[in-house]
């Protein structure tokens, strides 16, 4: 379809100027050595004498106008018409101020002599949409139609009836369609829906809060599930829908809003964690290379897990490489629900393509400190500080339980509040407190056949670097040394703990190495004599080493 910019050439058919070139029979005048000429002040003038004659001839019709408040300029909008009926896509818009009129815009076509009665009766044109679209029960909004005049070519226009149809059952099927009512032929149709490839869903976490996240729209249903468009990496999050080796789906709805979910919070926790690895260190994704992640909700069971919890598979095994959060209960627990429980997770993979950190003994309590530092670093980044639910605090995984506990919960600020033994129902010899210090440091311990319990405490002396973190970043006492620090912010904690993590430690880093690479990290970032270097040293000191 060819349209006219009214501006281009509008004074120049009036003039009949010798200068441009008139193509065949129609109004596409230009200039053919300049096509890309602008209007002038003399063509404007010219398009509003036309535009005064056309009013007069009916051939424009006043729609509506608008006053805008920022320029005071009214825009009335004027319709082409021909025989009265309507000329799809002709509109001229006047642009006016203090009644005196400034310019034009808009498209309008020139029609020669044109037959305005139809063949086709509308209820025909619906017929032959039926047969187009193969749906024998498709239905028009028929207050919605109209005769029109269609301009298929630049000197070809059809009479049409132009149709909105709707099929039942589907509401993402509405379509406006043009029915050349002569021929039945379908002349143009389109989808009403506004949808672009990029759509942002609306929902409501687990406990309440309310957030949007990057969805696609494909088949009339939203999937939670960017394809890099949002951020540069592709994000999928699949729901297992609490069975056990079904088929797996990427989580659906039908209209983009999702209702009160942990997979909702998995998908835009999973975003917030990227976002925060990016702007605060430049990393792109899990490997610095935007790597797909996938999660995997609502998972009823892999292996004998059959409680509430949530891991990092790196590997391709079970559902594939990505995050886990079980719920085989459906309970009201859920670690998709927690913030700091998905940046944990989130971490793991960090550590996977950075230092890789062996999973066994100090290394892996280092991979698991790791996690709840940045964890809980994310929680602060993206939650105001507090108590109760979506507040960020030093505590670890709150938000995963209902109703809200702080109890069998890993403490950064006060490690020793705490029994991870205790809680996983070990009897009361095992009750060691979660250490501070690295003098509280839980020996190797065996369950009753015999074998390590926790792959050698990574879970279980995870808790020193991280009040290391606390006492960093936030400032505090040491339980057991009573050795204060002075608090830097986390701010300008998390780097020091960033790059000594993932750029100097290697896969068999332990305690003393982290500690030697903490150092090295706060000296690089900040100097040998800055604040930061020495509150460094004073909270190594205070967890147990010696540091000159
Ligand atoms: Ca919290
Ligand atoms: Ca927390
Ligand atoms: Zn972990």
Known sequence: MKKIAVFLFLGLVLLSSGLFAIKAGSLSVMDPARPEKVADARSQKLVQAYLATEILKGRFIMTRSQRDKLTDIEHIRYQQVRSGLPVWGGEIVQHVKNGKVLNYDGEYFKIGALDVSPTLTPGQALDALRIFYKDKNLKEDSDQTRLVIFPLGDTDFRLAHKMIVRKAGQPLFNETAFV???????????????????????????????????????????????????????????????????????????????????????HTYIGYAYDFYYLFFGVKGIDNNNRT??????????????????????????????????????????????????????????????????????????????????????????????????????????????????????????????????????????????????????????????????????????????????????????????????????????????????????????????????????????????TEYAQMKNALRAIGYTVN
């Open 293 to 530: 992640v996938n999660a995997y909700a609502h998972v009823f069971d892999i292996g004998q897990e059959l409680y509430d919890n949530a891991f990092w598979n790196p590997s391709t095994d079970m559902y594939g490489q990505g995050f886990y959060f079980l719920d085989p209960y459906q309970s009201s627990d859920d670690c998709g629900a927690a913030i700091d429980i998905v940046g944990h997770e989130y971490s793991h993979a960090i550590t996977t393509f950075h230092s890789d950190l062996t999973y066994y003994g100090e290394s892996g309590s280092l991979n698991e400190s790791f996690s709840d530092i940045f964890g809980t670093v994310i929680e602060f980044m993206f939650q105001p500080e507090g108590q109760g639910y979506n507040k960020a605090d030093w505590i670890h995984g709150e938000d995963a339980t209902a109703p809200f506990s702080y109890s069998q919960c890993r403490s950064q600020s006060d490690p020793n509040s705490n029994s991870q033994l205790k809680n996983a129902g070990y009897s009361s010899s095992f009750w060691y407190p979660d250490p501070c210090h690295i003098s509280q440091k839980i020996p190797t311990l065996y369950d009753s056949n015999g074998k390590v319990i926790d792959s050698n405490n990574v879970h279980l002396n995870g808790t020193i670097f991280p009040h290391l973190f606390y006492l960093l970043a936030n400032g505090g006492t040491n339980k057991v040394s009573r050795l204060a620090v002075t608090g830097i912010g986390i701010q300008k904690a998390a780097p020091i703990f960033y790059d000594a993590f993932a750029n100097r430690m290697v896969a068999s880093t332990n305690f003393l190495g982290a500690a030697n690479a903490l150092l090295n990290s706060a000296f690089t970032l900040y100097g040998s004599g800055s």
């Open 180 to 266: 050349d009512a002569e021929t039945g032929k379908v002349l143009l149709h389109f989808s009403n829906i506004i949808r672009e490839e990029l759509t942002i869903g609306l929902g409501v976490g687990k406990r309440g809060d309310s957030m949007k996240f990057p969805t696609t729209l494909s088949d009339n249903l939203y999937y939670l599930y960017d394809a890099a468009k949002v951020r540069p990496f592709t994000q999928k999050t699949w729901d297992m829908k609490h069975s056990y080796g079904q088929t797996i789906y990427i989580s659906s709805t039908a209209n983009n809003s999702w209702p009160s979910d942990d997979i909702v919070n998995v």
